[in-house]
């Protein structure tokens, strides 16, 4: 499902959704984690969750200084990025678990893609977003790379 954050017309709702979507990530994570049988890919899916929260500790931290009420949990789509990784546990194991985190990924590094060009963000903020940008990839990055050694 292509996400549409990073679009917003305003900086505080960008800051807003990119919350949601990091509460989502978290969860998925946790779900994630709880789920796979390799431990090293248990650890690294573990420092990457520690990055999503970073990033969430960061946006909370914007959302103060905007005077916007940040979201304290995920939005609908939670249940989406989590279901993924529990029907992929159903279907396939470590290797589906991961491909279903990867396509995960391609919703944060698509939204921090465009964080980084909105029009309202100012230099602190998009470097943040150039920052977070770069973890997502790192992570989406691992998880094709792990799922395609998995399969074969």
Known sequence: MATTVGTEGSIES?????????HDAIAAYDSA????DDPQAKRQVSEFRADHAQHLSVLQEIARELNIDAP?????????TT?????ADMVGGDSAILK????????????????????????????FFAKALEDE?????????QAQRKAA
């Open 137 to 145: 990839r790192r992570h989406r990055s691992w998880m094709e790379q």
């Open 72 to 80: 304290t949990g995920g939005d609908m789509k939670k249940m989406l």
């Open 33 to 36: 984690i709880g789920r796979l």
């Open 100 to 127: 279903a985190m990867k396509t995960n990924e391609d919703d944060t590094v698509t939204a921090y893609e465009r964080a980084t060009r909105h029009d309202d963000a100012i230099p602190k903020s998009k470097a």
């Open 14 to 22: 960008l800051v807003t959704d990119l919350i949601y979507l990091e």
């Open 83 to 87: 279901g993924k990784v529990a029907f």
